[in-house]
């Protein structure tokens, strides 16, 4: 259906016309879902392609594509090359919505995760400190979304060797998560297995023993 619309656009406005871009996008996108990356991102990179040519390159859709393209690049091991991408993407971003916008947090957070699984915990730190800062604004302290930042934010202090201030973004998180998640959600149950990591971090073991048992 996806790669019929395509043809049936490319003939009705050409193989330039931003639609086209759009029915590029959505069939890398159904191809993504099916783990066919090899046949996905050289459709994202045309897309990407006829998007700047019909746009410009800081219009919501190249940031929007170049995000989506990291994203696939981050999912096929590709990590310099989805880092440039989400560098891209967030600056796109910045110079179109402004330093405040939801989707730069969103892309924010992306780039920050990569980074920190690279190891690179201070930018990313300071990437996920940004992002919780217009989530705040913009969702709420007690949003899932914005307490999933902080969950992050929190992986990176321990990443830094910050583990008491860990330990308190930890306990702050588990008493919102317990608000509206049970306690065997696999999302509480991560948030404590990190606690008891920081607590051990600080030869607290017993009390690391029991956070693991929810207790």
């Known amino acids: 259906l996806y790669e019929r619309s395509l043809a049936i656009l490319e003939s009705s406005f050409g193989p330039e016309h931003p639609d086209v871009a759009t029915a590029l996008s959505n069939l890398a996108s159904l191809l993504e879902a099916q783990h066919d990356y090899a046949q996905a991102r050289p459709l994202y990179e045309r897309s990407i392609d006829i998007n700047i040519r019909a746009q410009g390159s800081n219009h919501p859709q190249v940031a929007a594509g170049m995000g989506r393209l990291a994203n696939l690049l981050n999912d096929m091991g590709q990590d310099e090359e989805a880092r440039a991408l989400y560098e891209k993407s967030l600056a796109a971003y910045e110079e179109v919505l402004g330093t405040d916008h939801p989707e730069v947090a969103r892309i924010m957070k992306a780039l920050a995760t990569l980074l920190a699984e690279q190891g690179e915990f201070q930018r990313a730190e300071s990437l996920f400190e940004r992002a919780l800062s217009i989530e705040v604004r913009a969702l709420s302290e007690d949003h899932p979304e914005t307490i999933e930042t902080q969950r992050r934010l929190a992986i990176c202090l321990l990443g830094l060797?910050?583990?008491?201030?860990?330990i308190e973004k930890l306990r702050g998180i588990e008493e919102k998560q317990a608000s509206f998640?049970?306690?065997?959600?696999?999302?509480?149950?991560?948030?404590?297995n990190l606690m008891a990591a920081a607590l051990a971090a600080e030869g607290r073991e017993a009390e690391a023993a029991v956070v693991r048992a929810g207790t």
């Open 161 to 166: 060797g910050e583990s008491s201030a860990a």
């Open 181 to 192: 998640l049970p306690a065997n959600s696999p999302l509480r149950v991560e948030t404590r």
